[in-house]
């Protein structure tokens, strides 16, 4: 399993008035985290938009296990867990740095749709793609 990695550096932007990260930014981490797999792969979202394939959320969950804090580098841990036709799931690890220490696990399921939001079979709708993804599920 091809599991990539993205170094960040918590902003004081991120916490709330306790230093902690606060909840809703785990989210934007995965977002990161999933464009980077993406850019590993070969491509990039905008390529995807460009060829009518757009991966909306349609389910998400985090379980947080203890709070990132102001300047921590974190690592966003992004891999997939399914992968078939029509959607595709990824896991996330958020892990600090400095001890290794996983924060948070979370994980987003994506449909393939096509530009009028229609569920596709991205086997039959673009091969390239599939293949490309298909290649780092099995790796």
């Known amino acids: 399993m091809y599991i990539n990695e993205t170094k960040l550096k ?3 932007v991120e916490t709330d008035q306790m230093g902690i990260v606060h909840h809703s930014n785990y989210y934007a981490y995965f977002e990161v985290g999933r464009t980077e797999f993406i850019t590993a792969i070969g491509m990039t979202y905008k390529e995807m938009e460009k060829d009518n394939i757009m991966l909306p959320v349609v389910e998400s969950s ?3 296990i203890e709070g990132a804090k102001y300047e ?3 690592i966003i841990q992004t891999f997939m867990k399914e992968l078939n036709g029509a959607k595709v ?3 996330y690890n958020v892990v600090r740095a400095e001890d290794g220490k996983i924060l ?3 994980s987003t399921t994506h449909a393939f749709v096509n530009e009028k939001f229609r569920v596709v079979n991205l086997r039959k709708v673009n091969i390239d793609m599939w ?6 599920f099995e790796k």
């Open 10 to 12: 918590v902003r004081y």
């Open 89 to 91: 799931i990824f896991n």
């Open 72 to 74: 921590d580098i974190i």
């Open 131 to 136: 293949s490309k993804l298909k290649k780092l």
């Open 62 to 64: 985090c379980k947080y």
């Open 104 to 106: 948070a696990k979370g």
